[in-house]
């Protein structure tokens, strides 16, 4: 994999929109196909790895180890030691990850709605 230049204009661009941009923002803490799952999961509480993966089945578990480390290092997610043999490991959502559950949840919501509603495009005239 070739090394992305600091200095390009792409990411001047890319850092540019980061700082004006709320939504562009919240799309690099959040954004991608497991991250939001992982947050609307673990806004019960605690969970170990493996009950996340039960949770989610379809994640792999590349990906899951994977969002869980982005998400830790965004400060969305602690991760928990325990020094005991096996490990005991779990995950929680930091304060920025339960400020991020309204957000969650309307998404949630409007899923839920979308489906019930049955929306179809040609209803609309698009």
Known sequence: MTAIKESSTIQENKQYALETCPVTY???KIGGYWKPIIIYHLSGGSKRYSELKRAIP???EKMLIQHLKQLEADNLVIREAKPVVPPFV???LSAAGN???PVIE???SWAFKDKEDGFDDTQSGL
Do not use: H, K, P
Request: hydrophobic content about 60%.
């Open 99 to 101: 400020g991020l559950m």
């Open 90 to 92: 779990t995950y929680r």
């Open 58 to 60: 379809a994640v792999t």
């Open 106 to 108: 309307a998404m949630a």
């Open 26 to 28: 919240v799309m690099e």
